[in-house]
Structure formats: C-alpha cells, structure tokens
C-alpha cells in the first residue's frame, strides 16, 4: 500500500534545511520500517510513502510519527511552524495523486481553525470532515453554508471585521463567553458585544440547539470543500 505525507513549511526556509528536514523525516520513518522517496516543492515536504507488511491493514498514525522524530531535533522545525497532512493508504501506485490531494485537504482544514492545535494529521481520522469533503461541488451542500453563514462572511469582507473567526472560536469553546474571554484576554462585555453582533447579523439564536447546529456544520463544510 502507498500513501503521501506532506509536511507544509509556515514560513522562510533555505533549500539546505529543506534538504536537512526531509533526511531527518525519511531515515526516522525508515527506521521504523517505512521506506519512502521524497522530494520538495516550493514550500511542501513531499513523501512517497510504503506500508509495512506486518501493519496487516491497520493505518499507521504517520503524521504522529512524523511530530515525535521532529520533536526535541535542533534544526529548523524549531523556528519554522510546519503543518503535517497524510492522505490514505491505497493498493496501487497510480492513486498517490488523490492521496496526495486527501494531505493537502487535511492541511487546508488546519489552517482555516487556527485557534485549534488538535485537528489530526491523518485524512482517515477527519471524521464529519472526511464525509463532507467528498461531496466537493455539491450545490445543495455549498448552499447550505451560503445560507446559515453567508451574511457573516460578506459583513466581515465588506467591514474588514473578523466576526467569522470570532464564531469558530465561540463554538470551540463550547459557546462560553467565559471562556472565550479567557483565552482572548478579553472583557466579558466586549464578548458579550460580538456574540449579539453575530446574532444580529445572522438573525440567529446562537442559544438555540438548532441553530447551534447548523453554524457548526456550516463552518465544517466551509472547512472541508
């Protein structure tokens, strides 16, 4: 079985410390019995990488592997933030372009929750994600998010706000003003201020289950298409 690993570089790196990053990933992944070929392009680690006989079916937490080998390593992981993605596992040879593809969507879903570190690395591990990224293109799905978030989306764009990111991190701590405000240094009016704003603009009970709900999926079909 083959799949790709990519390992995205967040920042300025020399064609050297490229160089140093991906011998450092490729012998840690061969000594624990994965052998790949890698190459880089532009600011992307591209791994090739081959399963091992004796995983017997089950997927290797790759991406995991790949955060151990770097952590504790002098070298340029520690100035650089890198983003970590791996596509699936598949039989045969020619279906390394859509894991390729499967690595870059699990990137893209990272960055779009950047108040979140604990998304996987792995596409197989992306749950309600994994779903709705297949049905890229759909229109009903696409409309969906235009429907419950679109207001927000075009408010932020034409006032230069940043309402939008301020609901996802609403949602990641459990709709808590409390909470919000403690990871954003920031007073509990102010917090309240922007959640009636939101409400507001959406038209939208963010106390209701239902409406709760919806934003929810709206944001992960965002994410995920």
């Known amino acids: 079985c083959y799949c790709v690993l990519v390992c995205r570089l967040q920042g300025e790196c020399s064609d050297r410390d490229k160089q140093t990053l991906c011998v450092k990933i490729g012998n840690g992944l061969a000594d624990k019995g994965y052998r790949q070929v890698f190459f880089v392009k532009d600011n992307r680690l591209i791994f090739s990488v081959l399963g091992r006989e004796e995983d017997n079916g089950r997927m290797p937490k790759l ?32 279906n390394l ?18 108040y979140c570190s604990c998304y996987p690395c792995e596409y197989d591990d992306l749950g309600i994600y994994k779903m709705f990224a297949q049905l890229e293109g759909n229109n009903e799905v696409s409309g969906f998010y235009k ?48 959640i009636n704003r939101i409400k507001e603009i959406l038209g939208r009970d963010l106390s209701s289950s239902r409406d709760k709900t919806d934003i929810t999926v709206a944001l992960i079909i965002k994410d995920a298409l």
């Open 97 to 114: 372009r859509r894991s390729y593809k499967e690595a870059l969507k699990v990137i893209k879903i990272k960055d779009n929750n950047p």
């Open 147 to 194: 429907q419950v978030l679109g207001k927000l989306e075009e408010f932020d764009q034409i006032n230069s706000t940043q309402y939008m990111d301020f609901l996802r991190l609403y949602i990641e701590e459990d709709f808590s003003p409390t909470r919000v405000g403690q990871r954003l240094f920031m007073h509990r009016n102010t917090v309240l201020y922007k």
């Open 63 to 94: 991406g995991e592997m790949v955060v151990s080998i770097l952590e504790g390593q002098a070298v340029i992981s520690n100035k650089v933030p890198i983003a970590i993605g791996v596509g699936q596992f598949y039989k045969h040879f020619e």
